[in-house]
T-cell receptor, first 116, second 115 residues
């Protein structure tokens, strides 16, 4: 089974509007971390936001917020007030607590295009 | 620069050649990861180092892939007898500590093309 599922290959959003990028995850661990990364066309992965499995509040970082629904195993990224520079690939990732190496499992990504 | 650097940025190899990809992590970062990213896919884990110890190499696709980090800083990913299916972007990431909440800082990647 896929550890991370991102079902939206591509999304479009009007500039200044909000957009939600979906992510569901699969783990039997009680302790895990969820991350979102942005990958512009330059290729570098840029960390956006982190949510721990025991965090009761949804994480927020500026215009980014994570809608964490533990029972549904979903960790959707919400970008408010979209900007043209937000156009990029977005990856959801998970790190499981039991793993010695704490490797990241990544989804297949969502390509976001912000329309002027 | 304070970020993770990788070299070369681009590498073209003929099938059967050996290649070596270098990663300079952020100074002081204990953990170092290598990932392979095929076109249109998310990164796939290859291997993990904590200081100089390679603690997990479960993602290496074959024994043609070898990674080392002899002094606990710079790391090299070596691919022997390259095949066309090895064509991908190879990403290196480092993390301050081996803890769940610490994010990984990624380098720009090395795009390997095997002809």
């Amino acid at each position: 089974a896929q550890k991370i599922t991102q079902t939206q290959p591509g999304m479009f959003v009007q500039e200044k509007e909000a957009v939600t990028l979906d992510c569901t995850y699969d783990t039997s661990d009680q302790s895990y971390g969820l991350f979102w990364y942005k990958q512009p066309s330059s290729g570098e992965m840029i960390f956006l936001i982190y949510q721990g499995s025991y965090d009761e509040q949804n994480a927020t970082e500026g215009r980014y917020s994570l809608n964490f629904q533990k029972a549904r195993k979903s960790a959707n990224l919400v970008i408010s007030a979209s900007q043209l520079g937000d156009s990029a690939m977005y990856f959801c990732a998970m790190r499981e607590g039991h793993s010695t190496g704490n490797q990241f499992y990544f989804g297949t990504g969502t390509s976001l295009t912000v329309i002027p | 620069g304070a970020g993770v650097s990788q070299s070369p940025r681009y590498k073209v190899a003929k099938r059967g050649q050996d290649v070596a990809l270098r990663c300079d992590p952020i100074s002081g970062h204990v953990s170092l990861f290598w990932y392979q990213q095929a076109l249109g896919q998310g990164p796939e884990f290859l291997t993990y180092f904590q200081n100089e110890a390679q603690l997990d190499k479960s993602g290496l696709p074959s024994d043609r892939f070898f990674a080392e980090r002899p002094e606990g800083s710079v790391s090299t990913l070596k691919i022997q007898r390259t095949q066309q299916e090895d064509s991908a972007v190879y990403l290196c990431a480092s993390s301050l500590a081996n803890s769940l909440s610490y994010e990984q800082y990624f380098g720009p990647g090395t795009r390997l093309t095997v002809t």
